[in-house]
């Protein structure tokens, strides 16, 4: 049958258009995929998306941009050990670098999520979907499933680097034991991550089919409460005067971070995670002695909220983000 | 058709058989005060079929429960022998929707998507890239199918719209408004393609149109509702005998011509700025002819009416009602 469409006349083929030719229909007698694999392929295709793949250049720039500073820290740590033998590594893979990776997947979640599923909203593609053999669900799950599996790669790939590099420089099975019990639950919250932010980014980017607003929906919320809760914690850790011998931060400080997901997954780290991040300064307020620093954890005793917290805001924007696809016309 | 032994199970109600379409009882209601379907009951057999009616008739609401994405407020639906309610997924394997308004995304080209929505459809990857060369090529895109659609006319917009139709190879198509937005030249070409489907590719068409002059030019059956209710179900053939109406224009003397009209028997109404006569016998022709040469007017058009919805929409349309319906408009 692929000769019919050699068999064209070229002159037909550059200038008529209009122009239909008898080349026979076939039916088609092969495999037909299930709902399964339909949701699968179109996983794939949404991960492919939010990295640029089968688009132009131009759609690839900023994944690209972003990949490769998310990965200059394990770069940099590799080199450092390597330059400086006596050196540990400089940063750990439990909260990577705390600025740069909520910094990073701010602007490639604010930027690619809506590259997902606004296009589709916006040319009102959803109801060729709807008339395939999937469901109504189907859509939003395989958009979730893709864009997590991208913001995975965008997590876990420089850890695995930071691993690799790591693992190369240290000696003795013991160390290599260690780095990778430190590697492992930082997985874990990089998986935290990549879950979260994904459905918070489709479920606010989901809200309109226009790319800038559907951006605008999704980097000014994180962006705002992320500086809000990093400002109100610190404001309340310089403020604190510590009484006694307590060694846990301010409430406010310990509470703020509830408010975006950044620092509900710091929070959750913090908890979670072995080693105390933040150093409280106590100097007892009469300004004559050096002081005393203090190792403490950010979430302090609210460690537990901020599982909790990080379950309802998982949830909510799964939850959301379904009912967007419920409601969205069929027209 | 092969799906039909093999009917979903189904409570109480159960699909004939032969009909790819049957509809029985059928209303759909939205909130307490609209009403799209009411009591609709109707088979549409295998062949090309006209879905007739005005906007907001009801057409597109029975495509949509057709294909299992709205649920009926009561009564039942079967499309290839599987209950609406129950088979949703088997039905969308086997029938492929062209909707009605725009729905493809500007940036990516005809090949990409259409092998995309092939994919959608359960295909493999490599049937799916197959398909989708091979039902462009069908509609009549060949080098422009490598083209962002956002550079596309109308016209090969609604061609993709078809081929993404198609790409599923299904047993049944379902085109809303195939012709939406097109010249007449991309009208007449689209109304060619979707025959030319029906008759060599052997799908089932189902084509809902408000302009019976496209589904007369088309299909061997018609399917006419109004308000959500079903007016006619019957052969094209059988409908376009009905009526036959008589539209002729004169530069002047239109009175005139008017009286000379009753004076000989017939009954003329002015029609915007023309005269329409019924034609009772086939005699009324000549008697117009000799009307308008007696008066010697200058005749301008003399042309068979094609039947308009609102005609279609009474059992026996007198030219007072069209006049006054037409009017309106």
């Not at chain 1, 064209?8 to 200038?15: E, I, M, S, T």
């Not at chain 1, 770069?75 to 390597?82: D, K, L, W, Y």
């Not at chain 1, 000014?220 to 850790?237: E, G, M, R």
């Not at chain 2, 956002?150 to 790409?167: E, N, P, W």
Request: glycine share 10%; aromatic share 6%; net charge neutral.
């Amino acid at each position: 049958m692929s000769s019919d469409a050699a068999g064209v006349p070229p002159a037909v083929l550059a200038g008529r258009t209009g122009v239909i030719h008898d080349i026979g229909y076939r039916q088609y007698g092969g495999q037909r995929l299930g709902r399964p694999q339909i949701v699968r392929a179109l996983a794939l295709d949404s991960l492919r998306t939010a990295f640029g793949l089968g688009r132009g250049v131009k759609a690839k720039i900023f994944p690209a941009l972003l990949f490769a500073l998310m990965c200059l820290p394990a770069v940099v740590s590799i080199a450092a050990m390597a330059l400086n033998p006596g050196n540990g590594q400089l940063i750990s893979y439990d909260t990577y670098q705390s600025t740069l990776r909520p910094l990073v997947l701010l602007v490639f979640v604010a930027l690619q999520a809506p590259n997902l599923v606004s296009g589709d909203l916006r040319s009102h593609t959803l109801p060729l979907y709807f008339a395939r053999p999937i469901s109504r669900s189907d859509y939003p799950i395989a958009k979730l499933i893709g864009f997590t599996m991208a913001c995975l790669a965008l997590i876990e790939v420089p850890l695995l680097i930071l691993w690799v590099g790591t693992i190369s420089q240290v000696h003795g099975a013991r160390a290599v034991w260690h780095q990778t019990t430190e590697f492992g639950p930082g997985l874990l919250y990089g998986a935290a991550w990549a879950v979260l932010l994904a459905s918070v980014g489709l479920v606010l980017a989901s809200a309109t089919g226009k790319r800038v607003f559907a951006i605008c929906a999704v980097a000014i919320p994180l962006f705002v409460t992320w500086v809000l809760a990093t400002v109100l914690s610190h404001v309340a850790l310089h403020t604190f005067q510590p009484v006694g011998s307590g060694a846990e931060p301010p409430a406010l400080a310990s509470l703020a971070g509830l408010i975006n997901p950044f620092t509900v997954l710091n929070g959750l780290t913090d908890w979670l995670g072995s080693a105390p991040k933040i150093t409280i300064f106590r100097n007892f307020g009469n300004g004559d002695g050096p002081g005393q620093l203090h190792q403490a954890h950010l979430v302090g005793h609210f460690g537990p909220l901020y599982g909790v917290m990080f379950a309802v805001m998982l949830v909510a924007a799964i939850g959301g983000l379904l009912a967007r696809y419920r409601k969205v016309g069929i027209a | 058709m092969t799906g039909v032994a093999t009917a979903t199970a189904v409570q109480e109600w159960r699909p004939a058989g032969e009909a790819v379409i049957e509809a029985e009882s059928l209303t759909m209601r939205y909130g307490a005060t609209v009403t799209a379907l009411d009591q609709l009951t109707v088979r549409v057999k295998p062949g090309v079929t006209g879905l007739i009616g005005a906007n907001g008739a009801g057409k597109s609401t029975l495509i949509k429960i057709l294909l299992g994405l709205l649920e009926p407020t009561a009564g039942h639906a079967a499309v290839l022998g599987h209950d609406c309610a129950t088979g949703g997924f088997e039905i969308r394997t086997q029938t492929g929707y062209m909707p009605e308004h725009d729905c493809l995304p500007p940036d990516v080209s005809a090949t990409e998507f259409v092998t995309h929505l092939g994919r959608m459809s359960g295909l493999p990857a490599t049937s799916a890239r197959e398909r989708a060369a091979d039902s462009l090529r069908h509609v009549g895109l060949y080098e422009e199918r490598y083209r962002q659609i956002g550079t596309y006319s109308t016209g090969m917009k609604q061609r993709v719209k078809l081929a993404q139709a198609l790409v599923g190879d299904p047993r049944l198509l379902l085109l809303d408004e195939p012709t939406n937005g097109l010249d007449p030249a991309g009208r007449n070409q689209m109304l060619e393609l979707v025959a030319r489907i029906g008759s060599e590719f052997g799908i089932s068409i189902v084509v809902a149109s408000h302009l019976l002059g496209e589904i007369e030019q088309i299909c061997d059956h018609l399917v006419a509702i109004e308000a959500g209710r079903l007016l006619r179900a019957d052969t094209i053939s059988s409908v376009t005998q009905a009526s036959s109406v008589l539209l002729v224009e004169v530069d002047e003397g239109l009175a005139e011509l008017r009286a000379e009209l009753a004076r000989r028997g017939l009954a003329p109404v002015e029609y915007q700025r023309g005269l329409l006569i019924e034609l009772a016998e086939p005699q009324a022709y000549d008697t117009i002819r000799d009307a308008v040469a007696d008066l010697g007017l200058p005749l301008t058009r003399m042309e068979q009416r094609r039947h308009r919805i609102e005609e279609l929409f009474r059992a026996d349309p007198t030219l007072t009602e069209m006049t006054g319906a037409t009017s309106v408009q």
